[in-house]
């Protein structure tokens, strides 16, 4: 699956830069500015705006977990780590955080633009893939309580193939998709102890 860059949408997205004070950051400032972003700057903690950023540029030599206000690696917007440091641990704390992207210090123009494109793929594939993760879970768990349906009509019909039939039948009857029938039936159950009264 390729997909293209998208490379229109970064004139007048807001990026919030969560860094100490530094004479080179002046640098990364304005080349964001001149790519047509619009920029704040924070530090030690995110502003309670940056929920609403479109990116988030952090520095990994000093940064924590308790700096963002969301679970480690479920950051809602594309992350830039800012890297100095090429410790593991550093390394592994800007990896866990859900870095999509990096700049190697000492900050400079180039890269920015690239850095942004680079992230905010990464970070739409990756939102793509935790929906794509949650529809499988949520399939998974529909086949679960069918085949828990099946089970309990199977008491009563003697057969599981009888007994999906009727799953089946019963999904047409009430209108509605066979997870659902699957899910009242369960509940059903659950709630008399038995089957009763289910076809």
């Excluded at 540029?57 to 830039?80: C, E, N, R």
Aim: with cysteine; proline share 4%.
């Amino acid at each position: 699956m390729s997909t293209q860059i998208d490379i229109a949408g970064l004139e007048g997205a807001r990026a919030i830069v969560l860094h100490p004070a530094h004479d080179r950051l002046q640098i990364l400032l304005r080349q964001l500015r001149a790519i047509g972003l619009e920029v704040e700057t924070a530090w030690p903690t995110l502003p309670a705006s940056a929920i609403t950023a479109d990116f988030i540029l952090y520095d990994t030599d000093a940064g924590h977990d308790a700096q963002f206000p969301w679970a480690s690696g479920q950051s809602p917007m594309p992350m830039i780590a800012l890297v100095g440091s090429e410790a593991p641990g550093r390394i592994e704390w800007a990896s866990k955080t859900g870095a999509d992207a990096l700049l190697v210090k000492p900050l400079a123009a180039s890269g920015v633009f690239a850095s942004l494109l680079m992230a905010r793929q990464s970070f739409e594939r990756r939102k793509a893939l935790l929906a794509e993760i949650g529809a499988l879970r949520d399939r998974l768990s529909a086949r679960q309580t069918i085949v828990q349906a099946v089970t309990l009509l199977a008491k009563k019909t003697g057969s599981e193939e009888t007994a999906y039939d009727d799953l089946r039948q019963l999904a047409m009857a009430w209108k509605m998709t066979m997870e659902d029938a699957a899910v009242q039936i369960v509940k059903h159950s659950e709630t008399t102890g038995a089957n009763r009264g289910i076809c």
